[in-house]
């Protein structure tokens, strides 16, 4: 027992005094460029060739280079082996352990100046584990083999050597891949050139000019087919590229063509609502891949399983729209602008399925969007904790994290006002990186209305809140009160506005309250003879309510204890 005590404590150590080291080191300068040259096939995870990491020097100077790359990580499986490194062309010393490159300059490379450091290797880049998406997967489907990667959160290290800091966004991204000549490849940006090599090779060229984070950098290679389109987006004059890579004799391939003509309306759609596709100049598109269900917002090019894109299916309804609404949500949130973050990836997952809902109301209908915002709060209250602040959770970063999106839309009660706040925000941030308090300072100046209780309640706090409520009726004055409890007690409170439904014998009416404190007693003047009450008729709350009638006149502060 105590033994076991000893050790971990020194793990603790060993780890504190990595991420530290680690940090320190990395921060020491900015990358400007990546430039990725890879041998890649499609029937091997075997990786090799070179990456040039252009940067420039932000600390006073910096004597040690430090970059991730992971060592071996599974004997045999999954390890990367440095050859050489050249730093401004120059060969140059390396260490390469606790999945990091260390690169000791010859000189110290003074502030602001610009460098580059070349690190030739090579490894087995296989994904760490088959069921989760960690580097670089094969598949097998309908015969066609291919490679493709998934680096979310921080398995980019795991096929190339980078720099893993969500604030350190690359100016620019060029990918040479080398593969046969029977494969065709996918990647961020724009294919620029494509060069027939000796032995059966062919060297594409992919490049983007927009700013990008480590873990949306991607590629997909094999014996697939491209297929290009063009969507319009509102007030810009060029249609955009949509570039797919597809299966060529699926028996999904009409269903997929069907996917990418929805994506052009959504496309149109987010345009208009949250501002023009921030990548416009270059391109979207999918790279289709044997994976059954599962996506990745891979910028520009999302890579997403072959049954996530069939619309033909009918599980929940309408699923691929979910898919692929989320998808290119994520463009904006995620990739256009990244959470500073891992603790901030509401402000990606929150928002990517809010979007689902957001294209459901719009392209579909409020009711399949009203399924899904309740689907969203049932699965949220399946437990009566959990924050969405720091979570990885599917239920509080995805389910809990779009429905409070929901609900901050209820509260600015104004739709131009809420998409404003999503485009300011947006705006704000722009190919860089935010927090929650930052999209929280972005609502609160365009609406000026405060939003601290509420991402206390919400979005730190935990739970959800149950409203008892008993109402009853005396001539024209309908009384109300409204006793609130919460699931869990580190929240105690919810101060939020709610909907009532008022049902009287010709018609009905909605009302709208606002509770401040757990017991709140509301006196409304009503002539109408109501019937009954319904609670959230519009489902813009994560609640419970239980709504009795019969408080006696001279007893309206009853409370339900
Ligand atoms: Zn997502």
């Known amino acids: 027992m105590k033994k076991v005590l000893i050790l971990t404590g020194t793990f603790l150590f060993l780890f504190i005094q990595f991420v530290f080291s680690q940090n320190i080191l990395e921060d020491k300068y900015d990358v400007k460029q990546y430039i990725l040259d890879l041998q890649i096939s499609n029937t091997s995870t075997l990786i090799s060739g070179n990456v040039i990491i252009n940067s420039s020097v932000t600390a006073t100077n910096i004597d040690t280079f430090v970059v991730d790359l992971i060592d071996t990580?599974?004997?045999g499986q999954t390890y990367m082996i440095v050859d050489s490194v050249f730093v401004n062309g120059i060969s140059n010393l390396f260490q390469h352990y606790n999945e990091l490159v260390f690169i000791p300059l010859i000189t110290a490379i003074p502030q602001n100046q610009q460098f580059s450091v070349q690190i030739y290797y090579h490894g087995n880049g296989a994904a760490i584990s088959q069921t989760n998406y960690k580097g670089i997967k094969?598949?097998?489907?309908?015969?066609?083999?291919h490679t493709t990667t998934f680096s979310e959160p921080t398995w980019s290290?795991?096929?190339?050597p980078c720099k893993q800091d969500l604030k350190d966004k690359a100016d620019s991204v060029t990918f040479y891949i080398t593969t046969d000549s029977t494969n065709i490849s996918g990647s961020n940006g724009v294919l620029k050139s494509t060069d027939s090599l000796p032995g059966g090779k062919v060297k594409y060229k992919w490049e983007t000019k927009y700013p990008t984070d480590f873990y949306l950098i991607s590629f997909t290679v094999g014996p697939l087919s491209e297929?290009?389109?063009?969507?319009?987006?509102?007030?810009?004059?060029?249609s955009v590229l949509l570039q797919n890579l597809l299966f060529p004799g699926s028996s999904y391939y009409q269903t997929h063509l069907e996917v990418i003509n929805k994506t052009k309306q959504l496309l149109y759609l987010f345009s208009e609502l949250i501002g023009t596709y921030p990548f416009k100049d270059e391109k979207y598109g999918y790279s289709v891949v044997g994976t059954q269900l599962g996506a990745m917002e891979h910028q520009t090019m999302c890579t997403i399983g072959y049954q996530a894109m069939d619309t033909t299916s009918t599980h929940y309804g309408i699923y691929y729209f979910w898919y692929v609404a989320h998808e290119l949500g994520h463009q904006w949130f995620g990739d256009y602008v990244t959470f500073s973050d891992w603790n901030y990836i509401w402000l990606a997952e929150g928002f990517a399925s809010y979007m689902e809902y957001v294209a459901l109301q719009n392209l579909e209908s409020q009711y399949k969007a009203d399924y899904?915002?309740?689907?969203?709060?049932?699965?949220?209250?399946?437990?009566?904790?959990?924050?969405?602040?720091?979570?990885?959770d599917y239920r509080l970063m995805y389910k809990k994290g779009a429905a409070i999106i929901h609900t901050l839309r209820y509260e600015i009660n104004n739709d131009s006002l809420f998409f404003a706040v999503l485009r300011n925000y947006l705006s704000t941030y722009a190919f860089s990186v935010a927090t929650a308090d930052d999209f929280k300072q972005v609502a609160e100046t365009t609406t000026g209305i405060n939003f601290t209780d509420f991402f206390n309640q919400w979005y730190y706090g935990e739970g959800y809140p149950t409203f008892n409520i008993n109402w009853s009726q005396n001539n024209d004055t309908l009384t109300i009160v409204?006793?609130?409890?919460?699931?869990?007690?580190?929240?105690?409170?919810?101060?939020?506005?709610?909907?009532?439904?008022?049902?009287?014998?010709?018609?009905?009416?909605?009302?709208?309250?606002?509770?401040?404190?757990?017991?709140?007693?509301?006196?409304?003047?009503?002539?109408?003879l109501v019937d009954s009450i319904e609670m959230d008729p519009n489902f813009w709350l994560i609640q419970k309510n239980f709504i009795i009638t019969g408080i006696e006149k001279n007893n309206i502060s009853f409370s339900f204890e």
């Open 73 to 75: 990580i599974v004997a």
């Open 138 to 145: 094969k598949y097998n489907y309908i015969g066609i083999i």
């Open 157 to 160: 290290k795991v096929w190339w």
């Open 227 to 238: 297929y290009i389109t063009y969507a319009p987006l509102p007030g810009v004059q060029d």
């Open 372 to 392: 899904w915002i309740q689907n969203a709060q049932t699965e949220t209250m399946t437990q009566p904790v959990g924050s969405v602040y720091d979570s990885f």
């Open 482 to 528: 409204s006793n609130q409890t919460t699931s869990i007690s580190i929240t105690t409170l919810f101060k939020t506005h709610f909907d009532l439904k008022i049902i009287y014998a010709t018609g009905d009416t909605i009302i709208r309250l606002f509770q401040g404190t757990n017991n709140e007693t509301y006196k409304i003047y009503f002539p109408e």
